[in-house]
């Protein structure tokens, strides 16, 4: 009887086990591996070698962990990114020089894949840089953002990485050869100055959509009479675009522009703060025509 009673024990133990496992697996928990993964463990001891060095190794640490996203944004690059590239800086030199042309087109360069790493971080599709001469680039955004605050972070990514890469000028500026980096540095923060403008389709008026659509008004009130001190022609094609993408704004989905109010007012400060930056940055870097 004790024998058949310890069967019985053990056969309910063992039912009960299995019922558990089943649980699990249907809930789809999975236990935790406790070993860390190769990469982890190459990365870890990397890391721990690089810190032995001092402040110098905790630098090299620091730039190793964020040079992923330096190769995920030249993975943006195509065969055709590269001509079109060596096409525009054929055509700067012709006006500027070679030097600051390859400059000037790098900082294009570095304002468009700031809007891809964005698009990639948020799931949407890009395309590979386009560049035009005398226009600029342009990277295509091969999915529809789902709304207004979405496409503001994408236009986001342009303007913020590339005044960092305006900024980084300057601090090249200080190693030698001052006056070729601080006017590179300049064109860099009036260039993304100049996208603020709130006119679609630059990135100013994809931002300022968000929060205020009456803003998009505002950029044609600054642009037009911009446009007739400077006689741009690329002004009045923008101006133009712009205008024609105004009337098609009438056609997103419901919902698309609703956005709570918390979050419109971070964009707004975001906006006026980054345009308040660059144009102070713009102002102290420019050198006036004629100045030694």
Same mark, same amino acid.
């Given at each position: 009887?004790?024998?058949?009673?310890?069967?019985?024990? $053990?056969?309910?133990?063992? *039912?009960?086990?299995? !019922?558990?496992?089943? $649980?699990?697996? !249907?809930?789809?928990?999975?236990?935790?591996? +406790? *070993?860390?993964?190769?990469?982890?463990? !190459? &990365?870890?001891?990397?890391? $721990?070698?690089?810190?032995?060095?001092?402040?110098? &190794?905790? #630098?090299?640490?620091?730039?190793?962990?964020?040079?992923?996203?330096?190769?995920?944004?030249?993975?943006?690059?195509?065969?055709?990114?590269?001509?079109?590239?060596?096409?525009?800086?054929?055509?700067?030199?012709?006006?500027?020089?070679? +030097?600051?042309?390859?400059?000037?087109?790098?900082?294009?360069?570095?304002?468009?894949? &700031?809007?891809?790493?964005?698009?990639?971080?948020?799931?949407?599709?890009?395309?590979?840089?386009?560049?035009?001469?005398?226009?600029?680039?342009?990277?295509?955004?091969?999915?529809?953002?789902?709304?207004?605050? #979405?496409?503001? !972070?994408?236009?986001?990514?342009?303007?913020?990485?590339?005044?960092?890469?305006?900024?980084?000028?300057?601090?090249?500026?200080?190693?030698?050869?001052?006056?070729?980096?601080?006017?590179?540095?300049?064109?860099?923060?009036?260039?993304?100055?100049?996208?603020?403008?709130?006119?679609?389709?630059?990135?100013? &008026?994809?931002?300022?959509?968000?929060?205020?659509?009456?803003?998009?008004?505002?950029?044609?009130?600054?642009?037009?009479?911009?446009?007739?001190?400077?006689?741009?022609?690329?002004?009045?094609?923008?101006?133009?675009?712009?205008?024609?993408?105004?009337?098609?704004?009438?056609?997103?989905?419901?919902?698309?522009?609703?956005? +709570?109010?918390?979050?419109?007012?971070?964009?707004?400060?975001?906006?006026?703060?980054?345009?308040?930056?660059?144009?102070?940055?713009?102002?102290?870097?420019?050198? +006036?025509?004629?100045?030694?």
């Amino acid at each position: 009887m004790a024998g058949a009673a310890d069967e019985t024990e $053990r056969t309910r133990k063992l *039912r009960d086990n299995l !019922q558990e496992v089943t $649980r699990h697996l !249907q809930a789809g928990e999975v236990a935790p591996d +406790p *070993r860390p993964s190769s990469d982890d463990d !190459q &990365g870890a001891s990397l890391k $721990r070698k690089l810190s032995g060095l001092g402040s110098a &190794g905790l #630098v090299l640490a620091l730039v190793l962990g964020k040079l992923k996203w330096v190769l995920a944004a030249f993975k943006l690059l195509k065969f055709s990114s590269i001509i079109t590239m060596l096409v525009s800086i054929w055509a700067y030199s012709l006006l500027f020089g070679w +030097p600051f042309a390859v400059g000037f087109v790098l900082l294009i360069l570095v304002h468009e894949l &700031g809007h891809g790493l964005v698009m990639r971080q948020l799931g949407i599709p890009a395309g590979a840089p386009t560049f035009i001469p005398f226009v600029g680039a342009v990277i295509a955004m091969r999915g529809r953002p789902r709304n207004a605050y #979405v496409e503001a !972070q994408v236009a986001f990514g342009g303007p913020v990485v590339g005044s960092l890469a305006a900024a980084a000028c300057l601090l090249f500026g200080l190693l030698g050869n001052w006056e070729f980096w601080r006017s590179l540095a300049f064109t860099g923060f009036l260039i993304n100055l100049f996208n603020l403008l709130p006119v679609s389709p630059l990135d100013g &008026g994809r931002i300022v959509g968000a929060f205020s659509r009456k803003m998009w008004l505002v950029g044609f009130a600054i642009g037009v009479p911009l446009f007739l001190w400077t006689k741009s022609p690329l002004l009045l094609f923008i101006l133009i675009v712009g205008l024609v993408g105004l009337l098609g704004r009438r056609h997103e989905p419901p919902g698309y522009f609703d956005i +709570p109010e918390p979050i419109k007012r971070k964009l707004a400060l975001a906006y006026f703060g980054l345009a308040g930056v660059l144009a102070v940055a713009a102002a102290l870097t420019h050198v +006036p025509t004629g100045a030694s």
